[in-house]
T-cell receptor, first 112, second 118 residues
Framework: SQKIEQNSEALNIQEGKTATLTCNYT??????LQWYRQDPGRGPVFLLL?????KEKRKERLKVTFDTTLKQSLFHITASQPADSATYLC???????????FGKGTKLSVKP | GAVVSQHPSWVICKSGTSVKIECRSL??????MFWYRQFPKQSLMLMAT?????????EQGVEKDKFLINHASLTLSTLTVTSAHPEDSSFYIC??????????????FGPGTRLTVL
């Protein structure tokens, strides 16, 4: 069956360090992958989209990599800040309606 | 930017009553809207896909007679939870897809509606 796994439910790091979150998928051949941020009691907010022919994408302190051979995406936040604390979701457009299929998310906590 | 609103942001109701949740795209036209449900510490699960002017497509296991979806215009979709029960308590989130943009598959999400059924 198709699966998207974010193998860390929670990640705690110190302010200023780089946070690295992992997203693995099986039985998909996605044309692209997306990362979202979700704060408690709020809807997801789109961060980055990376296509299958892109190895890496950057946006300010964010960096996403996409390895279609490993079926894995890594999401990095450099120089992390307490304000970066949130749950980060990866998603693929794998549904029959073109809908997104989400991982469970990784809850990032950045300590001052 | 593309903004999606939901109303209400939270609602508490008695078991057996019906609750309507609105999802609006404020500054763009959305030909497709999606309704998701999220339980605590779980991923967003798609309930149904709503295309303007046509019947919604429901995911397997989602009762279409219980979760009524109407997408009467390009900026508004509604989800009505009929005869709500405590097990329907969840966080309901809609999203809208901007088909006209270059990155056409990006979805923009509403802030969510917390439903609590007593």
């Amino acid at each position: 069956s198709q699966k998207i796994e974010q193998n860390s439910e929670a990640l705690n790091i110190q302010e200023g360090k780089t946070a690295t979150l992992t997203c693995n998928y099986t039985n998909y051949s996605p044309a692209y992958l997306q990362w979202y941020r979700q704060d408690p009691g709020r809807g997801p907010v789109f961060l980055l989209l990376i296509r299958e022919n892109e190895k890496e994408k950057r946006k300010e302190r964010l960096k996403v990599t996409f390895d279609t051979t490993l079926k894995q995406s890594l999401f990095h936040i450099t120089a992390s800040q307490p304000a970066d604390s949130a749950t980060y979701l990866c998603a693929l457009a794998g549904g029959s309606q073109g809908n997104l299929i989400f991982g469970k998310g990784t809850k990032l906590s950045v300590k001052p | 930017g593309a903004v999606v609103s939901q109303h209400p942001s939270w609602v508490i109701c008695k078991s057996g009553t019906s609750v309507k949740i609105e999802c609006r795209s404020l500054d763009f036209q959305a030909t497709t809207m999606f309704w998701y449900r999220q339980f605590p510490k779980q991923s967003l699960m798609l309930m149904a896909t709503s295309n303007e002017g046509s019947k919604a497509t429901y995911e397997q296991g989602v009762e279409k007679d219980k979760f009524l979806i109407n997408h009467a215009s390009l900026t508004l979709s509604t989800l009505t939870v009929t005869s709500a029960h405590p097990e329907d308590s969840s966080f309901y989130i809609c999203s809208a897809r901007l088909a006209r943009l270059a990155v056409r598959d990006t979805q923009y999400f509403g802030p969510g509606t917390r439903l609590t059924v007593l």
